[in-house]
């Protein structure tokens, strides 16, 4: 069927809870009650990387944004928009992810908001899946080569090189092996992973299967938050289609390599995002972190080699295959290629998924991304990393977020979740809350970390209280040290980043609550 | 391979971790939640070492050596963390030292000693909770619960009770049984093995002390105690005597000057149980009853099958255990003896074990009228007692049992060990079978620290021509007996006679046993009750003459109507969650 | 009985098994007798399906209201002023047995915070005049806003 209009709704979790759902069945009914059903079409489509726009869609060819849509805009847009030919000027805007969102950049998200992610037959026809059938063809050794080439590094947080890592197990003798997707995205105000997987699952299928085929893993898991309800349909959906095309399976493209992928869904532990306690959690046990040695790539999952990465990390993988090693290496800086994904909120005007190069500068993202700070609104800081994060002070504005930059500052890119803080935040009751994270999400199995968070939290609530003096300021210092030199995992070892941070940029805000009696509000 | 530990060559194996390596080349590392018997979880993080090119400082209890690996075990930055790592460690337990068992014992309590740690001025943060003292053998208290994860190793991996659990996460987890039920509503077996490796005594034995006492002082009483074969083991190791040796006659002498009216000896009811379990043995292979047959002296054991394995019940003897058998005829035989009111009796008996708490209080143990056996120490709590009544028990002048039932034979020291029971069983089953004694009495192939052992026996049937084999079988530790079991319930294994003990190394690994045992003090006990053995006058329980007397002069004979009303018993079937009969 | 059947009685299946038992119960929580159908399932020890379902913040092992209510107390909405809506809210629903109210941990959905969980409903941009309304319709048993 011809259309000569197509609506494309953004259908994630953001405008689901705007009920996205409920309009978008107005629309239908509205347009069908115009006899315009035959001419206007609707599509579903993921995220576009906007979250604070409500209900919002793109009309094509006119290249308008609809944003902030209720049920009760629906009759009113019908009858001018698509009956009368006026676009109704208070509800749209001239759709220009190019600037806002760096859409031109997009490897990750390239289809996101574009295609219906419910679709297989719209993955291929964006050329999805070549690059899974010339990864079969070139072997694995090439493939694996072009990884490295591509210096591709794992964008969970550590940074640590995907190529190198998929070489570890792919050199392990034993036969059977795994591949997992960290789908686990807890870091607080992250959710970079659930909007790729939500807009684009079968670029995830698709690099998770050219992993699986350098590593010689036969079996994969997606193990995904209980809470991404969507994404969890989206994925089994995907997976399904897959399978049918023959995409997944047994002798996929005639290749001789067997793939099968299974969904898992975890149960609301923000620990299980640390690989180790991932594969407990898979096995059916407790998320409680592994001694490393042994690392996963030796032996993980079931005491078999594992590769362990990262949703972001494994949907570049497609397009490194497709444009090759060197292409990729070329876009950021010379140690951190590539884009990253990262969300934007806080006190700015477009809060927000974006993807850009890295080592693009924290001032960027903000002004020109972030389209600024929301009138009247000073920054007074970032909290890039989210509550494993560090502050980030006006002075550090210019900083390039790269793995090198950032821990020369000590910081780490980790989730990719910046936090915009204006003037006006009381620093104080950001602090507490992510104490109060770590002691809500602390497993509970290494000592420094189990009491730590207590002794951290206890602390700051004196603080907050006025009855503390400058002695407690140093314990939070000491505490969050000990843990950081003695817990068993990186959850453990990472409340003095915020801290530390805090300390050293923003330590005028505690000393005001020292030996006051002044409530925190 | 060869590593360097604080700048000097150490010799290490492979697949070694720091800690073993550096404990084996007598280098220490402090650690709390480490323990050498069990597989290591890195849960305190007190042993960090700092390790030559790597940033991060690794625990030394889970980190694998490597050639040339260079480590610091010690060093200003180290001890000041692992002081502060201690002092936080100290505000989420619940110090109360002086009424502590693990007073002068506890791990926690010398670390912060020799850390020389002073006392915080922060606050506590430990969580108040009830003590549960509602099971008759263990007590559980949260409070001073550390966390190291030991319990939950030795309930769940190496006895596979499933008892305890951690619950929840994060600073608000617990270890505890499902649904933070007390032990007595749980699948608890009484073991005990928790608190045997418990640093802190969140995990002790429920204290029988006090009723002991009160019967000591009431002239109207007789005390009557028994001690367990192994009790004697352990005692020499606690008084800094030569623990490779038994100290039989200072027991003994100990317990009349605690003021005991009567001693005699667990060993003699020993005895006496190999004579109605071997014939038990004897008469299901002759007429064909359940094979295999299983001991029954274990309580944790028995409550374990009742709960875990009840399709097994009728392959357990029908024997009660030696302390019970022993009350019984304390009330009954020894009471007619010396012409005393069984009520004026109190049975009091000394055990490695702190399930012998809840057999004793089992409601089928009172045949005679009255309960069998009316308290139960374990060996902790008789040196409890003998420091308390500032005793120099290493100087003692050996003590002699009272003969009715004190004297014993080699085969009835050996049931403290794995395998000694089966030993004795096979001494007196061969020689009522074959009518003559063994040749050689000891059977090697039972005996040592091995999880499972298997024996083959021939023996000739007296009066004809044939040769009978008997096959069977020795677990100890419950999760071995669990292994063994569901082996034999797939028909991978068949035999006529197993031996299970619920501890590991046997009642000279029991719960009860002094603090801190660890499996090479488990062989070392078992192997003097060998040696004791070796030395005894009488080797097989139907040699002992008081047995001989016990049976001419009141049993009549083994599987006798008498017999089965006072030393027989039945088992019932437990829930798996709430470890209760229905 | 739950309907266990689709998933292998496998260890590594737990979380799916205990999801089901959870969801199939109007209380939303898991009951003694739904771990122990999970344990014999998956012949797993009983206390380790405790252990494992206590873990995982998402089970509750105590009976529930008819409406549970998680209010996300991460640093983004804690900003956006969550804490003070779910101060707001333990007043509100104190006398409510049919509401159990829950503090809860980033939901990923920051670009609608403060954000507040009701049962699977997700409801963003809350404010303590919104959640009044919220209240409201719960107390007449209705999950809308």
Redesign the interface.
Known sequence: MFYRSHLLFVVDDHSLGKGVKKVIKAIRDELAKNGLDNEVGVLETGTLGYISKGVHFIVYPDNLLYHDVTVEDVPFIVLEHFLKGRPVKKLCQEAKQEVDLAYSQRIVLKNSGKIDPESIDEYIAVDGYQSLGKALQMGKEAVLQEIKTSNLRGRGGAGFPTGVKLEMTAKQEEKQKYIVVNADEGEAGTFKDRLIMEGDPHKLLEGMTIAAFVAGADTGYIYIRGEYQLCISRLEKAIKQAKEYGLLGKDIFGSGFDFEVMVKVGAG?Y?CGEETALLNSLEGG?GNPR?K?PYPGVSGLWGKPTVVNNVETLSNLPAIIEKGGEWFASIGTPKSCGTKVYTILGDVNNPGLIEVPMGTTLSEIIFKYGGGLKEGEQFKAALVGGAAGMFLPKELLQIKLDFENLSKESAVLGSGAILILSERTNMLKVLRSILNFF??????????C??????LV?IVDKIVAGQADASDVQ?LL??SK?MQ????CALGQSPIMPIASMVKYFGDEIEKFIGEERKCK | MQIVVNGKKLEAKAGQTIMEATREGDIYIPS?CYHKDLTP??????C?VQIEGMA??K?AC???VEEGMSIITDSPDIRK?RK??LS??L??HDVKCPTCDQNGKCELQELINYMDISESE??P?FTKAKVDNLSDSIVKDTTKC??C?RCITVC?DIQKV????????????KIT???DSSLVD??CVNCGQCTVYCPVGALKEKTEIEEVQKALFDPSKIVVVQEAPSVRTALGEEFGMDATKVTVGKMYAALRKLGFDRVFDTNFAADLTIMEEGSELIQRIKEGGTLPLITSCSPGWVKFVETYFPDFLPNVSSCKSPQQMFGAMVKTYFAKQEGIDPKDIVSVSIMPCTAKKFEAKRPEMNSSGYQDVDCVLTVREFIKMIKGAKIDFKNLPEGRADQLMGQYSGAGTIFGATGGVMEAAIRTAYAILAGKELDNLNVEAVRGMQGIKEASLDIPLKDSSTVLKVNVAVAHGLGNAKRLLEDVRAGKRSYHFIEIMACPGGCVGGGGQPYGSDIADRARRGESLYKEDSKCEYRASHTNPMIKKIYAEFLGEPLSHKSHQYLHTSYKPRN??TGKQD | MTNFEKYLPKPENILQLLHLAQDANPLQYLS?DA??EVAEFLKM????V??VA??YSMFS?KLRGKFVIKVCLSPHCVVQGSDNLFDYLKKATKKMDEVSLEACQCLGVCGNAPVVLVNDKVYGNMTQEKLAGLVQNLKEGENVL
């Open positions: 532990a620990i407790r001694c040695p002691l809500h999400e602390s497993c509970g199995k290494c000592s420094p189990r009491i730590g968070c207590k002794v206890n314990r000491s505490v000990v030199k003695t817990a068993f | 709390l979880t890195g849960n305190c993080g007190v960090v991060a400082l625990r889970v980190t694998p963390l502060e790592l936080l460690i505000l989420d922060y606050e943060i550390i966390h994860g769940n499933h008892a305890l659990c951690v619950e929840g996460r994060g600073f608000e987890s049984t499902a649904f749980s699948p798996k969650v | 003694k771990l122990m020890p009983y206390n380790q405790y252990s206590s873990f092992l």
